[in-house]
């Protein structure tokens, strides 16, 4: 592991630059798939390479909080500009995480709360079937054909949320 | 940081043609990303969290480092679809986080393929 600068009060952009220099980019087979809409088909969201290689090593990125809070402004009627990006570069960034050990449980859980939207990752197993599953690449459907209707499986009950 | 260079301006060696580094930085790139053909994985990318593989077509990019807002500029880089029709890149959703590129084939039909882009503007 990368000896990480003591990076609290420098700005995000900075740190993303030291850790595309310094860190070994990880390419991750882990794929989130959810559902935020009965009309529209499962999304499936890929982790950054670079991104992983951050979160793994640790006091690079921001706590996620800090982009709920982001969220939260942006999502007001009056919004314009952000006016709290501080937050990203001035509060503590977080600690080494693997998959599923760390802060928030792993970098896994980190993404879900970053990227997910809140809807889906609050809620995952709230009916009759789940939500969000997280799964390994090659567990998705080999190929891209009836793309558009892909949807988690009817047969998943809510508490096998790791198919892997 | 290993070292650093504090200057508010840079010339060149006869003194002239000055241009302020805030000019450098603001006019840099913010965001780069190339994903492949399945539309379910980067292989290229700064300042990208995830990719989104929303549906035929369509990608989402989701920013690490957030834009202050969605008055960003998108620019793409073209690739050919599975049929090898010449594809046209949009992008469509656009928040302070994330943005997403919408890919159709010469027979305007939503279209997976290679897609690369890159943002410039304002950093929050």
């Known amino acids: ?164 | 940081m290993a070292s650093e260079i504090r200057v508010n301006t840079l010339k060149d060696a006869s003194g002239n043609n000055s241009v302020a580094t805030s000019f450098v930085s603001n006019g840099s790139a913010k965001l780069r990303h190339a994903s492949s053909t399945d539309g379910a994985s980067l292989f290229g990318s700064f300042n990208v969290s995830s990719l989104g593989d929303t549906a035929t077509g369509k990608e989402t990019i989701n920013f690490t480092d957030s834009m202050s807002d969605n008055s960003y500029s998108v620019t793409h880089g073209n690739g050919n679809d599975h049929n090898g029709s010449i594809r046209i890149l949009l992008t469509d959703t656009l928040t302070a986080s994330s943005y997403q590129v919408h890919a159709y084939n010469t027979s305007s039909a939503l279209s997976d393929g290679p897609t690369c882009s890159t943002v410039f503007g304002d950093l929050a």
């Not at chain 1, 070994?24 to 290689?53: M, T």
């Not at chain 1, 314009?80 to 937050?87: D, P």
């Not at chain 1, 939500?131 to 690449?137: G, L």
Request: proline share 8%; hydrophobic share 35%.
């Open chain 1, 1 to 164: 592991m990368t000896v990480t600068p003591e990076f609290q009060g420098v700005h995000l952009w900075d740190r993303l630059c030291w850790a595309k220099e310094n860190l070994e980019p990880h390419q991750s087979d882990i794929r989130v798939v959810y559902e935020d809409s009965v009309d529209q088909p499962a999304k499936i969201l890929s982790p950054d390479l670079n991104w992983v290689a951050a979160a793994e090593n640790g006091g690079v990125l921001p706590p996620v909080e800090v982009y709920w809070e982001l969220a939260k402004d942006e999502a007001q009627p009056d919004f314009v500009k952000h006016t709290r990006g501080y937050l990203l570069h001035n509060t503590k960034p977080v600690g080494p995480m693997t998959e599923t050990s760390g802060p928030y449980g792993g970098w896994v859980n980190y993404l879900i709360m970053k990227d997910v939207p809140q809807s889906v990752w609050r809620t995952w197993n709230e009916g009759n079937k789940p939500k969000m599953v997280i799964c390994r690449k090659d567990q998705l459907p080999s190929t891209r054909e009836w793309r558009n209707a892909w949807k988690i499986s009817e047969d998943l009950a809510t508490d096998e949320t790791v198919a892997a």
